[in-house]
C-alpha cells in the first residue's frame, strides 16, 4: 500500500520536471498530456482510501519507510479521515487547475512548461504534508510548498509587483515555518518520538496535564505556541494576513489553487492535525478563538473597502481562513461539520477565484469599478459567479448558508456557557464580518456583471466554453451541498476520524425557527442594507488606509533590518582588520585572565615544587634549542627591516625543525624543513615583486599603541604558557597514542605509527586534508588568473 | 623540559600575536607563519616529556615510545599550514599589485573612498 | 631569472629530475616502517621541482615533468577517495584496507596493500599542489614583469 500512496504523492513530483523536458514539442497541448499527472494522484489516493474504509469507518493506516533511523526519522505516512479529505481536495482541485490553466495559459503565458511543473511540483509537495505522519518529513513538505509557492507566486518574475508579492509570501511563511520546526522539535524531544500517530496513542483519553509534570507544560505551551504561529503564517491569520493580498500577484490559476484549496488551507490542516494533542490544554482553544475571530473581522472589512477584484477576493479568502480557525477554537462544544466548511469554502472561493481570471482575460483590467455588463457576453460564468458569490454570502439555500448556521449556533452556545461578558465580542464580530461579506459578495456579483457596462474604452472578448467550465463545476458542488447539505454531511462523515464528535448533530436546511436562524437572517437584512447605503453612495469610501496595511508595516521592518546591519558594521568598524582584531583578541585575553586567573594560580602554581622541577629535566641541548628559538622569534620584532625580520622567521622554521628532533619526532623534523624551504621559495617570490619595501624601515611607531599591542599580546602568550602546564599535568585519562603504539604492528602493518595514524587509522582526516589542500590550490589560482582590477572596482 | 617549553612557546604566541597586530601586511603574514609554528609546538607537547623514551617507530624489545598521535595531527598541520602561507602569499601579492601598498589602513581607505 | 632553451640543461634536469624521483620513491616506501610517507616523500619531491624552476624557468620543467601539476593533483585525490570509498560498494566499512603478504626473493618480507595507494594519493596530491602553486605563482610574477 505505501507504493500505492508513494506514487501518489510522488508522481507529479517526478512527471513535473519531465513535463519541461518536453514543453517545447508539445506546446499548448501540455496542459492535456499534464492533466494525467492530479489524474494519477487522485486514484492512488481513492485507491489508499478504499483500503482502510470498511463497514463506513475509516481505520487509520501507518505506512513507513526508512529514512534517517538513527534520528528515528521515517517516511512515515498516516492515512486517515483527515489525510483522506485534504489529500482528496488538493489533488482534484489540482486537476480543475490544470484544465483551467490549459485556457489561461493559452494566450498569456508562453514557457507553459514551466508553469506545469511548478504546479506539480507544488500539488507532490501538498500531498506529502497532509499524508505525513513524522513531524519532519510533514515539516520538510511543508517547507517544501513554501519554496514551491514561491516560484509559482513570482512566476511573472518581470513584474515587479510579482517579485513582491513571492518574496513577502516566502519570508512570511519561511519565517513561521522555522518557528514550526522549532515546535515541531519541542514536541519531539517532549513525546520522545516524532511519529504523530505515537504521540496521539501516548496522549489517549488522558489531558495532557496529567502525562507531563507541571515543570513540563511550559515547554508544551511553547511548542503549541510555535506550532500555531506556523500555522498562522501559512493560513495568513492575524498578523500575518498582509502576505495573501500581495500573493495575488501570481497568475490567477495559481491564486484559485494557493488561496482557496491549498497552500493557505495547510494552516488549517495543522490545526486539525494537533487538535488532539492540544485540546486539553489551556490556551489552545483561547488562542485560536481569538486570533480567528480578529482576523475575519479585518478580512471582512477590508474586503468590503477593497476596489481590486482579486485583492477583494484575497480578503474574503483572509475572513473565511480566521472563520475556519475559529471553528476549531470552539472545538471544547464538539467538533463537527468543519469538513464541510472546508469543502464549502474551496467550492466557492475556488470558483470565484477562477471567474476573477476569466474576468481579467477577457478585460484586462481588474479594477471592478471599471467592470460592468458582463453577464451578456459571458451567461455560464455569470451564473457560476451568482451561485458562488450567494454561497460566499451565505444566503438560505447555499452551502454557505448552512456552515454559517452552524458556525452561529456553536458561537451562541459559547456566549450561553461561559456567561457572556467579553464572549459577546466573538458573535459581534462574527455578525460584522458576514455582514461585510454579504455587502461584498453582492458588490462582486452585481457590479461585474449585471450592471452596465462602465468603461467603453474595455475591449471585451468572449471567454471559450471550456474556460468557464472548471469554475461553473465548482460552484455546481457549492450549489449540491447547499441544496443537499444532510446527503453532503453524510457523505463527509464517513471521513470522519478519532478526532471528531462520534455522532454529530444533523444538517439540514431548515431547522425550525430558532436563535441561530433569527441571528442568520438578520445578517442578512443587515447585509443587504449596507449594500443598499454603499450603492447610494457609489463607493466612494472604498481604499483601505495605508497605516492599516500590514504590508507597509511588514516592508520597513525588511528595510530596517538592513540598516541596523549596516550601522553595526560601521559602529564595529568591520572594515579595518586591525581595530577589530584588536577587540577580539583582548576581549579573549581579558575574559580568560578574568575568569581563570584564580584557577589558574591554583593548578599552575603547586607545579613549582621541587618533585616536579627534578622529574622535569633538561639537556643542555634542550636549553640551547629553545634560547635560540625564543631569541629569533623576538628577532622578528625587533629588526627593522622586512627582510631581516624575514631571515629572522625563516631561522624560526628550521630551528622549530629541530625541536621537533629533540621532541623524538623524525616525520616532523622532515617534514617541517622541507615545507620551510617551500614556504622560502615562496615568500622570495614575493619578495621579488615588492624590492623597494623590503628595505625600507617600518616608519616610526606611535609608541602607546605598540604598548597596549605588547600588553596583549604577552597576555596572549602567558595563557597559552599556563594552558600548556594544565593539559600536561598528569590526569586519569587514558592517552590514545598507547593504542596507536600496542596496534600498529598488529592492525596496520606498520612499524611507524604517525604514519599508520595518517593513512590507516585516522585517514578520513587526511582525506580531509588534502581535499583542502586541492581547493586552497584552486583558490590561489583563481586570485592568480582574476585580471588586475582597483580594489573595489569589482563591486556593483 | 616541559615548563622550558610552555614558555619558548608563550614567548612565540607573544611575538605571533604583536605581529599580527600590526597593520601592514607582511608582518602579518610573518605573524600567521609563526603562530602555526607556535601551535604545532603546543600540541607537542601534549606528548609530555621526551627524555628518556624514543620516536614513535616500532622495535622489538622497546617499550617507552612518545606519543605518536601529536605528530600525526601536528604533520597534517604543517602541511595545512603551507597551504595556508602559500594563499596569504598570493593574496599579498594580489593586494600590492592592485593598490601598490601593503598598509592596511591605506587599502582599506582607498576602497571606501573608490565607493 | 634565466630562461633559455638549452639543451644541455635539459637533460641535465632530466637527469636531476630522475634521482629525486627516486629518492622521493624510496622515501614513500619506507614510509609505513620509517619516517617517510607520502607527505614528506611528496613535498622532498616538489622542492627540488621548485628550485629547478626557479632557475630554469617553469616552461623548462614543465616540458620535463610532462603532466600538468594540477591534473596530478586531481588525479591523487581521486585515488585516496577511491580508495576510501571502493570498499563501501563492496560492502566493507568505508575506508577498509586490504593487505597482501608476499615474499620476494630479493627484497624480502613485501607487505603492500590499500594503505600504499591511500598514501600515494597523498603524495601525488601534495606533489601536485605545491609545484603547482608556486608554478603559477612563477609565471605570473614573470609576466607582469615582461608586460
Known amino acids: 500500500m505505501i507504493t500505492t500512496l508513494l506514487i501518489g504523492i510522488l508522481a507529479p513530483l517526478v512527471l513535473g520536471p519531465a513535463l519541461l523536458l518536453i514543453s517545447p514539442k508539445l506546446k499548448s497541448n501540455l496542459g492535456w498530456l499534464a492533466l494525467f499527472i492530479p489524474l494519477i494522484s487522485i486514484l492512488a489516493i481513492v485507491k489508499v482510501g478504499l483500503s482502510v474504509y470498511s463497514n463506513h469507518v475509516i481505520n487509520a493506516m501507518t505506512l513507513s519507510m526508512d529514512w534517517v533511523p538513527s534520528l528515528g526519522i521515517n517516511f512515515s505516512f498516516l492515512v486517515d479521515g483527515v489525510s483522506l479529505f485534504f489529500g482528496l481536495v488538493v489533488s482534484i482541485m489540482g486537476l480543475l487547475v490544470v484544465l483551467y490553466s490549459k485556457y489561461y495559459l493559452h494566450e498569456t503565458v508562453q514557457d507553459n512548461g514551466r508553469f506545469y511543473c511548478y504546479l506539480m511540483l507544488f500539488m507532490s509537495a501538498m500531498l506529502g504534508t497532509v499524508f505525513a505522519n513524522n513531524l519532519i518529513v510533514l515539516l520538510v513538505f511543508w517547507e517544501f510548498t513554501g519554496i514551491t509557492s514561491f516560484l509559482l507566486i513570482g512566476f511573472s518574475h518581470e513584474k515587479k509587483d510579482s517579485r513582491r508579492g513571492a518574496l513577502m509570501a516566502f519570508i512570511t511563511t519561511g519565517f513561521t515555518g522555522l518557528l514550526l520546526l522549532a515546535g515541531l522539535i519541542l514536541l519531539t524531544i517532549l513525546f520522545e518520538t ?64 494557493l488561496h482557496s484549496a491549498a497552500m493557505v488551507k495547510l494552516g488549517i490542516f495543522l490545526t486539525v492535525r494537533m487538535y488532539p494533542v492540544f485540546k486539553t490544554l489551556s490556551g489552545w482553544n483561547e488562542t485560536l478563538l481569538w486570533v480567528g475571530f480578529i482576523t475575519m473581522t479585518i478580512g471582512g472589512i477590508f474586503s468590503f473597502l477593497s476596489n481590486d477584484l482579486k485583492g477583494i477576493l484575497a480578503y474574503t479568502t483572509v475572513s473565511q481562513l480566521g472563520f475556519l480557525i475559529g471553528f476549531y477554537g470552539l472545538g471544547t462544544l464538539g467538533l463537527e461539520h468543519d469538513f464541510f466548511q472546508i469543502l464549502n469554502h474551496v467550492f466557492y472561493k475556488g470558483s470565484l477565484f477562477m471567474v476573477a481570471g476569466i474576468i481579467i482575460h477577457s478585460i484586462g483590467t481588474k479594477d471592478i469599478r471599471k467592470i460592468g455588463g458582463l453577464a451578456s457576453v459571458m451567461p455560464l460564468t455569470a451564473i457560476t459567479a451568482t451561485i458562488a458569490g450567494l454561497s460566499m454570502a451565505g444566503i438560505p439555500g447555499t452551502m454557505g448558508f448552512v456552515s454559517k448556521e452552524i458556525m452561529v449556533s456553536k458561537v451562541l452556545e459559547l456566549v450561553t456557557v461561559n456567561g457572556g461578558g467579553i464572549y459577546w465580542l466573538f458573535p459581534a464580530c462574527l455578525f460584522i464580518s458576514a455582514m461585510c461579506l454579504i455587502a461584498t459578495s453582492l458588490r462582486f456579483i452585481y457590479h461585474c456583471f449585471y450592471r452596465k457596462i462602465q468603461d467603453s474604452t474595455l475591449s471585451i472578448h468572449k471567454p471559450k466554453l471550456m474556460f468557464q467550465l472548471p469554475p461553473f463545476m465548482l460552484s455546481l458542488g457549492a450549489l449540491f451541498l447547499g441544496l443537499f447539505p444532510e446527503t453532503g454531511g453524510h457523505l463527509l462523515n464517513q471521513l470522519n476520524s478519532g478526532i471528531h464528535h462520534v455522532s454529530p448533530s444533523h444538517l439540514a436546511i431548515f431547522h425550525g425557527i430558532n436563535e441561530p436562524l433569527l441571528f442568520g437572517l438578520s445578517i442578512i437584512t443587515t447585509g443587504f442594507i449596507l449594500f443598499a447605503v ?256 582597483k580594489i573595489g572596482a569589482s563591486d556593483d | ?113 573608490t565607493k | 631569472m634565466i630562461n633559455t632553451k638549452s639543451h644541455i640543461l635539459e637533460s641535465v634536469s632530466r637527469l636531476i629530475f630522475l634521482f629525486i624521483i627516486i629518492f622521493s620513491i624510496y622515501l614513500f616506501l619506507k614510509g609505513h616502517n620509517e619516517p617517510g610517507g607520502g607527505f614528506i616523500a ?54 577498509f584496507q586490504k593487505m597482501i603478504h608476499t615474499h620476494i626473493p630479493i627484497l624480502g618480507e613485501l607487505h603492500i596493500g590499500t594503505p600504499v595507494l591511500f598514501d600515494l594519493g597523498v603524495f601525488m596530491v601534495v606533489v601536485g599542489v605545491s609545484t603547482k602553486i608556486i608554478f603559477s605563482f612563477l609565471e605570473t610574477v614573470n609576466s607582469k614583469e615582461k608586460g
Open chain 1, 194 to 257: 516524532s511519529d504523530f500517530s505515537k504521540i496521539v496513542s501516548l496522549i489517549g483519553n488522558n489531558s495532557l496535564a496529567t502525562i507531563f509534570s507541571a515543570s513540563q507544560l511550559p515547554y508544551l505551551k511553547a511548542a503549541m505556541a510555535l506550532i500555531l504561529i506556523g500555522a498562522f503564517g501559512k493560513s495568513a491569520q492575524f498578523p500575518f494576513q498582509y502576505w495573501l493580498p500581495n500573493a495575488m500577484a501570481a497568475p490567477t490559476p495559481v491564486s484559485a489553487y
Open chain 1, 534 to 789: 454603499a450603492q447610494a453612495v457609489n463607493w466612494r469610501f472604498t481604499g483601505i488606509p495605508k497605516s492599516l496595511l500590514f504590508e507597509t508595516h511588514f516592508l520597513s521592518l525588511i528595510s530596517g533590518i538592513k540598516l541596523l546591519g549596516k550601522e553595526i558594521g560601521e559602529k564595529l568598524h568591520v572594515d579595518k582588520q586591525q581595530n577589530y582584531l584588536t577587540i577580539i583578541i583582548s576581549f579573549f585575553v581579558i575574559a580568560f585572565w578574568y575568569l581563570g586567573f584564580n584557577t589558574i594560580l591554583s593548578t599552575v602554581l603547586p607545579i613549582f615544587n621541587l618533585d616536579y622541577l627534578e622529574q622535569d629535566t633538561l639537556h643542555f641541548i634542550h636549553l640551547i634549542a629553545g634560547s635560540l628559538l625564543a631569541i629569533s622569534s623576538i628577532c622578528i620584532i625587533a629588526a627593522r627591516r622586512t627582510i631581516s625580520k624575514f631571515i629572522s622567521l625563516s631561522v624560526t622554521g628550521f630551528l622549530v625543525g629541530f625541536y621537533f628532533m629533540l621532541y623524538k619526532a623524525p616525520d616532523l623534523a622532515l617534514t617541517q624543513m622541507l615545507i620551510e624551504a617551500a614556504a622560502l621559495a615562496l615568500v622570495l617570490i614575493l619578495f621579488s615583486k615588492m624590492p623597494k619595501t623590503l628595505n625600507k624601515p617600518i616608519e616610526s611607531v606611535d609608541y602607546l599603541s605598540s604598548g597596549f599591542k605588547l600588553i596583549i599580546s604577552i597576555g596572549f602568550g602567558a595563557m597559552m604558557t599556563s594552558l600548556i602546564l594544565v593539559s600536561t599535568l598528569p590526569s586519569s585519562f587514558k592517552h590514545m597514542g598507547k593504542y596507536f603504539i600496542d596496534n600498529t604492528l598488529s592492525l596496520a602493518k606498520g612499524s611507524n605509527a604517525v604514519n599508520t595514524i595518517l593513512v590507516d587509522f585516522r585517514g578520513f582526516d587526511t582525506m580531509g586534508e588534502i581535499t583542502v589542500l586541492v581547493v586552497a590550490t584552486l583558490g590561489i589560482l583563481g586570485m592568480l588568473a582574476t585580471k588586475n582590477k
Open chain 2, 1 to 113: 623540559m616541559l615548563l622550558f617549553s610552555s614558555i619558548i612557546i608563550g614567548i612565540m604566541f607573544t611575538v605571533a600575536i604583536y605581529l599580527i597586530l600590526e597593520n601592514r601586511l607582511l608582518p602579518v603574514l610573518f605573524g600567521f607563519g609563526l603562530l602555526t609554528h607556535a601551535a604545532n609546538l603546543a600540541i607537542l607537547t601534549m606528548s609530555k616529556n621526551p627524555i628518556g623514551k624514543v620516536a614513535p617507530i616500532i622495535k622489538s624489545g622497546v617499550t617507552n615510545y612518545v606519543d605518536p598521535l601529536p605528530q600525526a595531527l601536528i604533520l597534517t598541520a604543517i602541511v595545512i599550514g603551507f597551504g595556508v602561507t602559500a594563499f596569504l602569499v598570493v593574496l599579498i601579492y594580489r593586494l600590492y599589485t592592485a593598490s601598490g601598498t601593503t598598509r592596511i589602513v591605506t587599502l582599506f581607505n582607498e576602497e571606501i573612498s
Open chain 3, 42 to 95: 611528496g613535498i622532498a619531491a616538489s622542492i627540488p621541482l621548485i628550485l629547478l624552476a626557479m632557475s630554469l624557468g617553469v616552461p623548462t620543467v614543465q616540458r620535463v615533468l610532462k603532466i600538468d601539476s594540477l591534473s596530478l593533483a586531481a588525479t591523487g585525490l581521486i585515488l585516496a577517495y577511491g580508495t576510501s570509498f571502493i570498499p563501501t560498494l563492496l560492502g566493507y566499512p568505508f575506508l
